[in-house]
């Protein structure tokens, strides 16, 4: 079948062994076929208006591509002490600007939250939401996902271990589904 929506992924942390992006690689095999993804590189250099001309870094040119050519954003992010880490706000800045050119403009999104703790990045994932509603970006309200205890989601594999997590997530992805056909004309 051919994907009919575009889904930007976008993780919040850098790290190679990342629980977050584990948790993104299996959101996407649990997603309907009709959705197809691409993962956005995060590492960028801090946002300075300054650069945002002649000195444009490449990979800022690359990072706001990628999200102009996408459908839907689909975030999976941790909590950092209890806010977004500063490579997710920074990319968030990035495609924001020049002023008035913003990529995310009615972009609809879906927020995924991890953590090796029991709040599952509640903070991470509602400070997010704030960011998007100045971003005119209409965030997928339920159902909600904030996945604590992230540290023992995965089998060996890097599969979801537990059905009922599985199951979860399952129809999380076919709410936003439905979520990016509500926001998206075809
Ligand atoms: C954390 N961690 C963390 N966890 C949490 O639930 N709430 C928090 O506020 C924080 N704060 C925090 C700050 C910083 C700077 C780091 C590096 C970590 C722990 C965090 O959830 C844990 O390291 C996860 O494993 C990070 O996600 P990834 O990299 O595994 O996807």
């Known amino acids: 079948m ?16 990342s629980f977050n ?3 993104a690689r299996a959101l996407t095999n649990l997603a309907p076929e009709e959705l197809a993804f691409n993962f956005v590189n995060m590492d960028l250099p801090l946002y300075n208006p300054d650069r945002d001309g002649d000195a444009l870094p490449e ?3 690359q990072f ?42 009615g972009k609809p999104a879906a927020i995924v939250s991890g953590s090796p703790g029991g ?24 159902p909600e996902a904030y996945i604590g205890g992230i540290a023992d989601l995965f089998d060996a594999n890097g ?4 059905t009922d997590s599985k199951t979860f997530l399952t129809s999380f992805m ?3 589904d439905a979520w990016i056909a509500r926001h998206v004309d075809r």
């Open 119 to 142: 709040i599952g990045g509640f903070g991470a994932n509602h400070i997010l939401r704030q960011s998007l509603v100045f971003l005119n970006m209409p965030a997928m309200q339920q």
């Open 59 to 61: 990979s800022w040119r």
């Open 159 to 162: 599969n979801i271990a537990r």
């Open 2 to 17: 051919t994907a009919k929506f575009n889904v930007a992924v976008l993780v919040g942390s850098l790290r190679k062994d």
């Open 21 to 23: 992006l584990r948790l």
């Open 64 to 105: 706001r591509d990628g999200i102009r050519a996408a459908d839907a954003i689909l975030f999976v992010t941790p909590e950092y002490n209890r806010s977004i880490p500063a490579s997710l706000k920074n990319a968030l800045d990035v495609g924001s600007r020049p002023m008035g050119k913003s990529v995310w403009n």
């Open 174 to 176: 076919s709410a936003f």
